[in-house]
């Protein structure tokens, strides 16, 4: 018997198409990331399962249960379903362990004693049995979010739902949660997972759905996906998730916005705060070193491109720039303290790098360098 089951699934708001006939069937064990460009109908998706978006045609089946029948006992059926959403809805005025104990108490008329037996279990298993007793604004947002999953582990659900559990949070304290959910995977708990988290995805999930033009566009494993999708969008989608370019056209041009762009890229796949640091450096000697080169009368046209190698765990950072064949590594720029001072960077970037390499093609200087 699946776990769950979606058959024919439409859902409009107005005049505003999200999902049209999307199908999909969930078996025991399994975890599922729902990914996809903002507004195309993930959380949509997620929501209409606990029938929080009421879908205008289609029939949900949690096991065996249609949550979506006429004559269905919603709420009933509802307790087959945890659903972690991205802000954390604790009830402020209650402690952490009144909130977990909560709904197992009323709903599934569980003792007091055993509720709060099994809600300390659960909280030790996140590490933070000494916050039982603490109040919701005394947490910090990782805190927050590890008691809405113990929350609704209390229910013991068949089907966990995560809505972007760490988009709320702080880059700090994302790992937190998302080792969370790792130790749910380890223990098969069968989840479905919207997230922009995409190296997260690709550890997690066993199934890895794209959403775009009104459904699921395209689904496979994590390395069907991430290495190999099939449709334009798909691979269009998984092209900007591993790179990032940036087009240079000036010498005053926004640096900042280049880092904080780069650190962004960064985040994206948990690079260490070194590392990252050390590529904002990298890229901004570099681009230096090539508007050198340049005549100072010729227009700026430079391309940066870092594309992070997932298999290798390594990054490529590949410069384009137009003008007179001029590599950097290999130009003289004489011996004096001052020379060496002003292109320092060059130093950095041969004591970082795996590689470098340099070619001339077609009136632009080309370098790549694997970091």
Do not use: W
């Not at 959403?85 to 009323?106: K, S």
């Not at 988009?167 to 969370?180: F, R, Y």
Request: charge should be negative.
């Amino acid at each position: 018997m699946s776990m769950l089951r979606v058959e024919g699934l439409y859902k409009s708001f107005d005049s505003l198409e999200v999902l049209q006939g999307v199908n999909l069937t969930v078996e025991r064990g399994e975890r599922i990331a729902l990914i996809g460009r903002s507004g195309c109908g993930k959380s949509v998706f997620l929501r209409s399962l606990e029938l929080l978006e009421k879908p205008d045609l289609g029939r949900i089946f949690i096991g065996d249960d249609e949550i979506t029948a006429k004559d269905a006992k919603i709420d009933l059926i509802r307790q087959g379903m945890g659903m972690v959403f991205q802000g954390f809805h604790l009830f402020e005025h209650m402690t952490v362990l009144e909130n977990i104990t909560l709904a197992p108490m009323r709903l599934r008329k569980i003792s007091r004693v055993v509720a709060e037996q099994k809600a300390v279990e659960l909280l030790r298993m996140v590490g933070l049995e000494s916050k039982k007793h603490a109040f919701p604004d005394s947490l910090s947002g990782g805190q927050k979010q590890r008691i809405a999953i113990c929350r609704c582990l209390a229910m013991e659900p068949q089907v966990m739902l995560f809505d972007e559990p760490t988009s709320a949070l702080d880059p700090t304290m994302v790992g937190e949660v998302l080792a969370t959910i790792r130790m749910l995977a380890k223990h098969d708990m069968t989840m479905l997972i919207v997230t922009h988290e995409m190296t997260f995805a690709r550890e997690v999930a066993t199934r890895v759905l794209y959403f775009d033009e009104c459904g699921i566009y395209e689904e496979g494993t994590p390395e069907e996906i991430f290495d190999r999708p099939q449709k334009p969008k798909t691979q269009a989608f998984v092209r900007k998730l591993k790179y990032f370019s940036e087009h240079v056209d000036s010498r005053e041009f926004d640096l900042m916005r280049l880092h904080g762009g780069i650190r962004m890229f960064a985040e994206r796949y948990n690079l260490a705060e070194k590392y990252a640091n050390r590529l904002q450096l990298c890229t901004e000697e570099l681009i230096y070193e090539m508007l050198d080169g340049c005549d100072k009368d010729q227009a700026i046209d430079l391309n940066l491109e870092i594309e992070y190698a997932e298999g290798s765990k390594t990054v490529i950072l590949r410069c384009d720039c137009a003008g007179a064949p001029f590599d950097p590594f290999m130009a003289e720029h004489g011996d004096t303290e001052d020379g060496d001072m002003a292109h320092l960077g060059l130093k950095i970037l041969k004591n970082v790098a795996q590689s470098i390499n340099y070619c001339y093609e077609e009136g632009r200087n080309v370098i790549q360098i694997k970091l």
